[in-house]
């Protein structure tokens, strides 16, 4: 056969079974104004795991929304059209961004600190607690986000037998081996300190590690409810449970995790972890909660979206999206910088 | 003992058999592809690309039989067709063997086996959905037929163990939801390599096609065209479908005719 027949027949068998392909794959969305909210507001409503808790109707929202979008709608007006249903979920994990790459690219999201003060001040931490000039025996993990810590501790110098342990963030990675030396530092403490405060979350397997070491049996948590279908009732409840870590370190004296709004997502992990057990009381502001798995991706126009397809429900029978308010409620005074109320409170608290 | 005799003098006839008139061949393959995706369980946006492709086989063949063992590898891009972000790198290693049986002139029927098939995908500006993937091991019921130089072969995918990256709402295997199975401390839900939370799939929810082409172009020289689509469902009316249209330039190293040795 020659050589151009052979390219010929080859090329008609590749169109034809791309076109085979074409056949059995779902048509490429809309990109028009309508078809990209419609795309969103049904990955709503098919995914976001907590309508019924955030008290949203999603079909009278996006009905509401839909009739205001005309072919006129341009595309800053339709993403704040699009954003008022991301907006109506009060969720920090759901998020649209118009362009990640982009500076000043339009985005829409939650803001978890509005119409709450500062419970947390990095100069008075510092200069009052864990910095050199001030204290000599904290310890730190570097690698943080930036420049940051991964991990700081030690004792406190206003009293020598409260330990202190932050957590900047969970994004990020730790040897058991290290989380066994932080453990081992502070074993012959009377109290611990586990400041949360400003950590956002990350990895849940990681703050679920460090709970583990505050109990020496196994207790169940809670559950953590995911969406597994696209009708409303379509969940499956997967419970959960913290086992305790195979170790000479536990940590079973008294415990006061601080908190602010900033305490999220995998922070909420830690919370729920070790909220059942008996010696570990939250001091502070409200939690920001995030306590949902995140999925994400790109309508049919390239714009960004995240958001909680699972929630989880604590031991007590919470939902903890929203957060949760602390045992001992306690205000940060920027007005006094000399100390952090929250850590006095707490080391008052574990004598 | 006597058993162990028949045994020794059965094994050998099949091996005198296989070696009178049989032609091994070492081929490596070299080439490009034209690919295709699309994940309904959280875009309808299908994803067009290209890449290329690598292949070592060994194929052994006789009057009665023919049977292969061959490892490919494609790696490639491909871009949203919507939009200009998430494009999405793949890489997609495979390792199978196949044994058919000589029906009739020309046509030789059997099965092939991908031992190994891993397709894992990631894509550009995504958090927890960034990687997509389907590993596991494919069962085809399998044919070839040759006419003059030419070669078609048609594989229908029957059984699949599969294991899939995403499930409905989130970047974990549906079955590990479904069944409350969830927990971060799980290492097998990331882990593709990790057989749990896997499913057996039949013809249906695994539709998984392939179609090959071989012309031979000279001794050593052929060129090989195949066609590999799949459709695999875990909530019904949110397919994947991958796919990929391959061209390649096969030469075969070693080309031995074995006659009543």
């Known amino acids: 056969m020659k050589t151009n027949k052979l390219i010929l027949l ?10 085979c392909e074409r ?62 249903i991301t907006l109506r979920l009060k969720d920090g994990h759901t998020v649209l961004i118009e362009d990640q790459q982009k500076s000043n690219s339009l985005f829409a999201f939650f803001d978890l600190e509005a119409g709450y003060a500062p419970a947390f001040d990095g100069d008075i931490l510092v200069n009052n607690y864990i910095g050199k000039s001030v204290n000599r025996g904290m310890k730190t993990l570097d690698g943080g986000e930036g420049e940051g810590f991964r991990a700081v501790w030690g004792t406190l110098t206003q009293d020598t037998e409260i330990g202190y342990l932050w957590f900047p963030s969970w994004d990020i990675s730790m ?18 300190i586990v400041d949360q405060r400003q950590n956002g979350g990350g990895d849940p397997a990681l703050a679920t590690k460090v709970a583990a070491y505050f109990t020496d049996a196994t207790i169940s948590t809670g559950y953590e409810r995911f969406k597994t279908g696209p009708g409303p009732n379509d969940f499956t409840d997967s419970p959960l449970s913290l086992e305790p870590v195979n170790s000479e370190n536990r940590y079973l004296k008294p415990v006061a995790v601080l908190t602010d709004r900033l305490v999220y997502s995998a922070s909420t992990t830690f919370l729920y972890s070790v909220d059942p057990l008996s ?36 031991a007590k029978g919470r939902h903890l999206d929203d957060g949760v308010d602390a045992d001992i409620p306690v205000a940060l005074d920027l007005g006094d910088m000399t100390q952090d109320e929250l850590i006095e409170r707490a080391i008052q608290e574990l004598q | 003992m006597y058993k162990k005799l028949w045994c020794f003098v059965i094994l050998a006839s099949i091996g005198l058999g296989a070696s009178a008139q049989s032609q091994r061949t070492l081929s490596v393959d070299l080439g490009g592809t034209l690919t295709s995706f699309q994940d309904n369980k959280f875009s309808q946006v299908r994803f067009r690309g290209a890449g290329g492709a690598f292949a070592i086989g ?38 199978e063997l196949r044994y058919l049986r000589k029906v009739k002139e020309n046509l030789f029927l059997g099965a092939q086996w991908d031992v190994m098939d891993f397709y894992n995908k990631q894509f ?18 399998s044919g070839v037929y040759e006419w003059n130089k030419f070669r078609f072969g048609l594989d229908v995918g029957v059984l699949a163990y599969a294991k899939e990256g995403t499930g409905f709402a989130f970047s974990a295997p549906q079955s590990a939801t479904e069944n409350g199975e969830f927990d971060y401390l799980d290492d097998a ?24 082409i071989q012309y031979q172009l000279s001794d050593r020289w052929n060129l090989v065209y195949q ?11 949110y397919a994947a479908y991958m796919g990929y249209n391959m061209l390649n330039v096969r030469f075969d190293i070693r080309d031995k005719n074995k006659e009543g040795k």
């Open chain 2, 189 to 212: 839900l990331i882990n593709p390599f990790r057989l749990k939370h896997g499913k057996i799939t039949g013809f249906g929810p695994n539709l998984h096609l392939r179609t090959n």
């Open chain 2, 124 to 141: 550009d500006g995504l958090g927890n959905n960034s990687n997509y993937y389907l590993t596991g091991s494919n069962l085809f019921a």
């Open chain 2, 58 to 95: 060994y194929q052994r063949q006789n009057p009665q039989a023919l049977w292969s063992a061959r490892l490919q590898i494609l790696a490639g891009s491909e871009s949203a067709a919507t939009h200009d972000q998430g494009i999405a790198t793949t890489i997609n290693p495979r390792v």
């Open chain 1, 23 to 84: 056949v059995f794959m779902a048509p490429n969305p809309g990109t028009d104004s309508v078809a990209v909210f419609d795309e969103y507001a049904t990955l709503v409503k098919e995914k976001y795991a907590m309508l019924e808790f955030k008290a949203v109707d999603i079909d009278v929202l996006a009905d509401s929304i839909r009739a205001t979008i005309t072919e006129n709608t341009s595309p800053e007006e339709l993403f704040e059209k699009v954003g008022t």
């Open chain 1, 175 to 192: 040897e058991d081996s290290e989380l066994e030396t932080i453990f081992s530092d502070l074993k012959d403490t009377k109290g611990l």
């Open chain 2, 227 to 237: 066609w590999n689509f799949r459709r695999y469902v875990q909530v019904p009316g």
């Open chain 1, 279 to 314: 010696q570990v009381f939250t001091l502070g502001q409200r939690s920001g909660g995030g306590s949902g798995s995140v999925a994400d991706g790109y309508l049919a126009n390239g714009w960004y979206w995240s958001m909680s397809t699972s929630e989880f429900i604590d």
């Open chain 1, 10 to 19: 080859t090329l008609a068998l590749a169109w034809m079974f791309t076109s």
